[in-house]
């Protein structure tokens, strides 16, 4: 059995790992892969973005099941193609990626479906969007429109900030056409969490919660950035959250696109809001959540493929998926000048020390092999150094643990990975 991993970051490590140690053993494939994913897969020389690559290669060697990780070419409408292939894929369409590659789509089918969410309007012309902006004040949140690799999100605190951030993508196309539109958005208060619903096109399991880091620095200070760290379970979210995040949230928006003509299947990750008036969707993605799913999978106690081929095959109603109740955390370990400007080809040691640690798997994300087989840094976020164990300070304290045996030029991460969890547990 042949399975292919699209895609070559953290997520593609843990998802590659958990596929490759399934009891069905099925041989799988990366493309492109990282020097993670060659420890128990194939990598394959194709871009993550390189449609009619990807494509060919799947057309000739015909894998059982692909599945997709990245945005980029599930926006581009890869799992169409290879579905006219009749090839058996998980993710979505790319008309029903649009949750995720168009944020006025989004809101759209949320304000239609009756999700909870932020005000918002949305502009093409700059001087519209500067009344706008005026009469609403700061604290405003300031999005592009269209996929902007994480980057498209301004959070004003004040109007001068709001007004620059609206000017910089519809007049100076700071992101390009992604920004060519925005988004102007009430800011909303609370704290974050992140949630991922299994998907058939009908039927829906939900994962435990997770949460994630943003910002690159301790105490959510510096940029954004695609996410520093991640826990699970997040005790923000409780145990009858859970249920009700599926009525309120993930089932009315697929009924939705249903009506539409647009049935959604794969995963549907859904970033919340815990404001005071109540529990309110920042935003969908239409993957796994990196590196929410990293955390995630590492409580998974069953395979990872058959219940992924009951979303390809409509039956997820009769799939088992059980969790372990130990707590998971991954840190992640990133270049340093990330979220800005990083060098390449740094040399990483002590991966294979750091995971003899009991409960540590480290996923690599920007990481290659030399021509001298030493592996190097290729990326932003470079490793997802993650543990398991009995509870959350168990499981951070491992990880930390494992942390402190990796070194390469420059690595920073942060220190205070579900800190904020912790302190909720104490309290
Ligand atoms: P997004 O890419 O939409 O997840 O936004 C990136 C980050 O910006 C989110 O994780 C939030 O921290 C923040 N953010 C986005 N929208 C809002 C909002 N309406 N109010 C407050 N913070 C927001
Ligand atoms: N960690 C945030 C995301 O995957 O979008």
């Excluded at 494509?55 to 599930?74: M, S």
């Excluded at 370990?333 to 020390?353: F, L, Q, R, V």
């Excluded at 480290?362 to 543990?387: C, E, I, K, Y």
Aim: hydrophobic letters at 45%; one cysteine or more; aromatic letters at 6%.
């Amino acid at each position: 059995m042949k399975v292919f991993v699209v895609g070559g970051g953290g997520r593609e490590d843990v998802l590659a790992w958990k596929l490759a140690y399934d009891s069905a053993a099925p041989v799988v494939f990366c493309a492109p892969g990282n020097a993670g994913t060659r420890r128990y897969a194939t990598n394959l020389p194709v871009a993550a973005d390189d449609i009619d690559g990807l494509v060919a290669w799947a057309c000739a060697e015909r894998p059982d099941l692909t599945v997709v990780g990245p945005e980029a070419p599930l926006c581009a409408g890869l799992v169409d193609r290879l579905e006219a292939e009749g090839l058996r894929v998980f993710g979505p369409s790319g008309e029903a990626a649009q949750l995720e590659g168009s944020k006025v789509f989004s809101k759209e089918i949320m304000a239609a479906a009756g999700v909870p969410t932020a005000e918002c309007r949305h502009f093409d012309e700059i001087v519209a969007a500067e009344a706008y902006i005026r009469e609403v004040g700061a604290p405003i949140v300031i999005k592009a429109e269209g996929l902007a690799a994480g980057k498209g999100v301004t959070v004003c605190l004040d109007l001068d900030a709001a007004l620059t951030a609206a000017r910089e993508a519809l007049v100076d196309n700071a992101f390009g056409t992604a920004g060519a539109r925005i988004l102007v958005e009430e800011f909303m208060e609370g704290e974050e969490a992140s949630v991922l619903a299994l998907v058939d096109g009908e039927h829906v399991v939900m994962l435990p919660g997770s949460q994630d880091h943003k910002r690159a620095l301790d105490n959510d200070q510096g940029p954004n950035t695609g996410g520093m760290g991640a826990y699970s379970p997040a005790p923000v979210i409780g145990s009858e959250d859970l249920p009700v995040i599926r009525d309120t949230v993930i089932e009315p928006v697929l009924a939705e696109m249903r009506s539409r003509g647009i049935p959604y299947k794969g995963v549907l990750y859904a970033g919340l809001m815990f404001t005071p008036e109540g529990i309110r969707v920042l935003e969908f993605n239409c993957r796994f959540g990196d590196p929410e799913v990293q955390a995630v999978l590492r409580r998974l106690a069953g395979d990872l493929l058959p219940v992924l081929d009951a979303c390809v095959d409509g039956d997820l109603t009769d799939a088992q998926v059980s969790w372990s109740d130990e707590a998971s955390a991954c840190v992640v370990m990133a270049s340093g000048g990330y979220p800005g400007a990083y060098d390449k080809g740094k040399p990483i040691d002590g991966i294979e020390t750091a995971e003899q640690s009991e409960g540590v798997v480290v996923f690599h994300a920007g990481t290659d092999v030399d021509s001298g087989g030493q592996v190097v840094t290729a990326g932003g976020r470079v490793l997802n150094v993650t543990a398991t164990g009995v509870d959350l300070e168990q499981a951070v304290e491992r990880a930390y643990g494992a942390v402190d045996k990796i070194s390469f030029e420059g690595a920073h991460w942060r220190r205070d990975i579900a800190a904020r969890a912790l302190s909720r547990i104490t309290a």
